[in-house]
């Protein structure tokens, strides 16, 4: 009886000692058709980005990661196919606690991954497919201004420069109802941030105000905070 209970108390130790947490976040995935190449796990500490683990990868594509989180954040995989080529290597997702399943192509691999598990970078995503509406529209603006058969008026510039900055003022009062209706998500503050941190400070102090106590003492949480007190 003795022994069977000192087997149940080291099982309990190892348990506790060696499993995941609640904050550990596991990150399995496929690049399909990738036959050899090093896949890195990403993300930014201070302001540089930083390879928190890597894995050579040779055969079918399949990769699997896992740390643990002080708080959800953007977190990287990058793949160096070594092709001597970097365009499209690098995959940007909002890591969360839990399993989050990637899978994407070797030769698109930033294009089109499909992500799923992390509600973090669902929100992310519905941003961001929003967004691209404005910066499309800038475009168009700036290539009627400069693919003209015929020189503009002056006139004509002012129209369109009118034109952009009231399409660039849209983007800004998007991402700030955007945070400010998603208070209670991580991705709140990273929009601030990233997104619009030379916004009217008025903006991003209620921004800042409006986060859920959770979300307000994470990683992007207190450097919003750190910002709008720098500003003030």
Known sequence: MKKIFASFLVLVFLTSCGGDT???MTVIGKV???KKGTLYFQNVVDTALVSIDSL???GDGNFEFRT????PELFYLYLDKKDNNDVNDRLAFFGEPGVINITTNWNTFDLNAKIVGSDS???LDEFRKNMSEVNKRSLEI????SNAEN??????LDSLEFMNTRNIQRGYMYAINFALNNKDSYVAPYIA???IPDANIKYLDTIAQALTPEVAASKYGKQLMALVKDKK
């Open 121 to 123: 970078n669902d929100k």
């Open 68 to 71: 643990e989180l002080k708080s």
């Open 142 to 145: 700036m290539q009627t201004a």
């Open 193 to 195: 941030l990233k997104e």
């Open 22 to 24: 609640e904050n550990t």
């Open 151 to 156: 020189p503009l008026t002056a006139k004509e």
């Open 56 to 58: 050579l990868i040779e």
């Open 32 to 34: 399909k058709g990738l």
